[in-house]
């Protein structure tokens, strides 16, 4: 079974969203969408991707709260900058920060924390010097920035992935 559907719970996921993208459920979507779901699988595997190792801990439920708090929490600050403008003593602007995360998971989902944070964009990553470049709508404090996010997010993931 592992030669026709490499990966089967990638398969299946996509398979689901298919389904769910779908207007109607017919025998015709269900194959097409099997058949999408394993060409993909097997490009998938072509691509041969090392192995996630997952940690399963708190640290994955502790995270996922702060990353649904901290997402309300910046639709508010960036509707109010919209509605009422900036005031003075904040600007944006680019950030480099220094990573002690080096799991290329544990990257991939750091990227997209930041960037579905409203207000914040990941930018760059240069792996040699394992920095990361990020702009930030409202950035108050260089120092304070660095520290939310290493400590907020990178422990974390630090604690799952590595």
Sequence with gaps: MRRIVPYPA???ALLAMWLLLTESVSPGHVL???LIAVLATKAMAALQPEPAKIRFSLAIP???IIVLQDI???NI???RIILFGKRQDHRSGFLQMPLDLRNQYGLAVLACIITATPGTLWLQYDRSRNLLLIHVLDLVDDAQWIALIKNRYE???MEIFE
Excluded: C, K, N, Y
């Design 10 to 12: 990638f398969a299946a």
């Design 62 to 64: 502790r995270l996922a």
């Design 155 to 157: 422990r974390l993931l």
């Design 77 to 79: 600050a960036v509707g």
């Design 72 to 74: 309300i929490r910046s």
């Design 32 to 34: 097409l969408g099997s």
